[in-house]
């Protein structure tokens, strides 16, 4: 069985600062991974997504992720955060057989401060 | 016109009330889902469906049935609704080659 653990449910971070979402993720079998963002009242947006190729991943509006099987991570980041950037974050895990279901974590809030 | 489409986008109902939330997708993708979301657990998968025909129950598909009318079409029923069914209900689709879902807006539903 496959699970995803993001540390932090909630991250705030001065406008300009670096953003940093953890997850961390268990799979007995090479995963795909992916980080949605759902703003407020909105459904999931695919930011990026990890299919076995590159281990850094780049996304929409600046964000990027790093494929780190040692540590068994994709973390999230962005070098610079923008207040459009507050909405809640979300990483998944997908198996790479036939069924490709998604597993979820419980989510990361991120607050941007002026 | 969004891709994916979710009705009605809110809904109160009373406990032991039948429920139908409809999921409707313009991008001609084979594979639909349902889930749950509660604040702090993120989603749960409910039901998901790979054509019209193939039907498989997710991680918490109790108190829910789904029906797959079309390849566009995919809706959910709560048939005796009760208040720990109170959630936002994502519809979300994919394409058999890859695996990444689409979503819709969700239905916020509450059950007095």
């Known amino acids: 069985a496959q699970s995803v653990t993001q540390l932090g449910s909630h991250v705030s971070v001065s406008e300009g600062a670096l953003v940093l979402l953890r997850c961390n993720y268990s799979s007995s079998v090479p995963p795909y991974l992916f980080w949605y963002v759902q703003y407020p009242n909105q459904g999931l947006q695919l930011l990026l997504k990890y299919t076995s190729a590159a281990t850094l991943v780049k996304g929409i509006n600046g964000f990027e992720a790093e494929f780190k099987k040692s540590e068994t991570s994709f973390h999230l980041t962005k070098p610079s955060a923008h207040m459009s950037d507050a909405a809640e974050y979300f990483c998944?895990?997908?198996?790479?057989?036939?069924?490709?279901?998604?597993?979820f974590g419980s989510g990361t809030q991120l607050t941007v401060l002026p | 016109d969004a891709d994916v489409t979710q009705t009605p986008r809110n809904r109160i109902t009373k406990t032991g009330k039948r429920i139908m939330l409809e999921c409707s997708q313009t991008?001609?993708?084979?594979?639909m889902y349902w889930y749950r979301q509660d604040p702090g657990l993120g989603l749960q998968l409910i039901y998901y469906?790979?054509?019209?025909?193939?039907?498989n129950k997710g991680e918490i598909s109790d108190g829910y049935s789904v029906s797959r009318q079309a390849q566009a079409k995919f809706s959910l029923s709560l048939e005796s609704a009760i208040p720990n069914q109170t959630a936002l209900y994502f519809c979300a689709t994919s394409e058999a080659a890859t695996d990444t879902q689409y979503f819709g807006p969700g239905t916020r539903l509450t059950v007095l």
């Open positions: 469906s790979f054509d019209v025909k193939d039907i």
């Open positions: 991008k001609g993708h084979d594979r």
């Open positions: 998944a895990v997908s198996d790479s057989g036939s069924a490709r279901q998604l597993t």
